[in-house]
Each structure stands twice: as C-alpha cells, then as structure tokens.
C-alpha cells in the first residue's frame, strides 16, 4: 500500500499477507504526530514483517532515524534488509533531495541483487500517469531497467493506482487514496515465491 495520507485507521478487513509494504505518504501534513500515530499503527498490525519507507508529504522524516521500532518493522531511508531470502531495499522521496540532486544519488545506489524494490516515485511511463502527464522519474527507471527486481512497490500518483508486469518486474502502484483524496482503493496483493537455494 502507499498514500493513505493519515487515514490508516479507516482501512478495514486488510489482506492477509506475510509483508506488508508502505511506499510512502503516510501523514499529510507531515507531522510527527502523524507519523507517531501511524508507527504505532503499523507496529500493531498482524504482519510478520512490515517495510516502510517515507514520501513527499512525510517531511518529518527527513534526516531522521527511527529508533525503538519493533523488531519486524523496518524503515528504508537508502538502505535495504533481507527478509525471508528476499532482499528489499528502499528510496524515499523527500523534497530537498529532489531539489539538491541527491534523489537521483539513491536511486543509482540501488544494489544490484535487490528482490523487492520500494520507493515512492513510480518510473517514468509506468503506472505514474495524470491526465496527459507522466510524473514518473527517469533516472529510476533506468536503474530498474539495469538491476530487473522482481518487485517494484511505489505510488505518488494516486490516479494509477494498479499493477502490471513487464515479464520479469511486477510494478505496483498502490495508492490507497484516489485522485481526489475522497475514496480509498484497495491494496494490492502480490505474490512472490522464494526458491529453496
């Protein structure tokens, strides 16, 4: 899931799952008071392991280190972990470093052995349209193009909100709030098999 913009207490009957995922933008107004609220959601929810990683409207974040998270909650700032043989790694989206250049720094940093790929912008051309604009980043797209993870998990754009498959990359756009900010989308549900190596 990503972009549920501080109504994560309204989601209900979530899907099960082994991992859970959130892209980013989990506040609206990037308070820490959102982002309390919403930790210590996460934290309660009956996954076995949960990702995160912080959007645009996640301001507060920005330069921070999260301390004293459970065990099987993890934060990806430009870092990665492994999980079940799988290894994530994660690239938020935060404003000064779209604007200082460092964004396109973290997304040609993404280690070549990545499994599940986790950022909050999507791709350019992919799943990251509004109206006749394509808001998606090019400079990650053709990182994903050189390091082919199975799984590419974002939103931002909460018009595209889906999934699709390139016959090696599933891209998830799971935006949970619509375009307009006034229903929510279901999240998606995605399967990956780990082999016994």
Not at 74 to 96: A, D, T
Request: net charge negative; proline share 4%.
């Amino acid at each position: 899931m990503s972009d549920t913009h501080g109504v994560h207490r309204r989601l209900r009957d979530l899907p099960e799952a082994d991992i859970l995922v959130h892209s980013g933008d989990f506040t609206m107004s990037g308070s820490e008071a959102e982002t309390l609220d919403f930790l210590e959601w996460i934290c309660d929810l009956p996954y076995r392991h949960k990702v995160l990683v912080a959007g645009n409207h996640d301001a507060c974040l920005y330069g921070a280190h999260l301390d004293g998270l459970d065990d099987n909650v993890h934060y990806l700032c430009g870092s990665g972990v492994k999980i079940e043989g799988l290894n994530f790694w994660g690239v938020p989206m935060f404003m000064e470093d779209c604007v200082s250049g460092k964004q396109e720094q973290l997304y040609a940093a993404i280690p070549e052995d990545t499994d599940v790929l986790v950022t909050h912008t999507p791709p350019y051309g992919i799943l990251d349209r509004d109206g006749s604009i394509l808001y998606g980043s090019r400079e990650l797209l053709g990182r994903v193009r050189v390091v082919r993870p199975r799984l590419h998990l974002f939103g931002h754009i909460h018009k595209s909100h889906g999934a699709l498959s390139d016959g090696v990359t599933v891209f998830s756009n799971a935006a949970i709030m619509d375009e307009g900010y006034d229903n929510l989308n279901v999240p998606n549900v995605l399967s990956l098999t780990v082999s016994a190596d």
